[in-house]
């Protein structure tokens, strides 16, 4: 089982990027998926998941409204847009597989992408 996560990149504040995540195997293997980031001396953050099964989705508060999830099976890739990014959004993010994905929380990882960096600056 693998993952790739790729779309980060230097923006300014107010920009947007799309970040993906293909994963192998993902949908016989009928994991949820889930996007998460880590800042320089900072905990990682979850932020977002879906659901493989019904495409649940989940956000963490400060992305609500901001960052949307979304699943393409046939390409096996789950994609992060992010729009309206701020400096605080600068991170190592990160996908990963988890167990459950559910309207009000994501469950335990499993597998772990190597990270992308999103920068924020001006």
């Known amino acids: 089982f693998q993952l790739q996560a790729s779309g980060g990149g230097m923006v300014q504040p107010g920009g947007s990027l799309r970040l993906a995540c293909a994963a192998s195997g993902f949908a016989e293997d009928g994991s949820d998926i889930g996007w998460f980031r880590q800042a320089p001396e900072k905990e990682r953050q979850e932020l977002s998941c879906?659901?493989?099964?019904?495409?649940?989705?989940y956000y963490t508060d400060s992305v609500k409204d901001r960052f949307t999830i979304s699943l393409d099976n046939a390409k096996n890739t789950v994609y992060l847009q992010m729009n309206s990014l701020k400096p605080e959004d600068t991170a190592i993010y990160y996908c990963?597989?988890?167990?459950?994905?559910?309207?009000?929380?994501?469950?335990?990882?499993?597998?772990w992408g190597q990270g992308t960096l999103v920068t924020v600056s001006s």
């Open positions: 879906i659901s493989s099964r019904d495409r649940t989705t």
């Open positions: 990963a597989t988890l167990w459950p994905c559910e309207a009000n929380g994501m469950g335990s990882t499993s597998y």
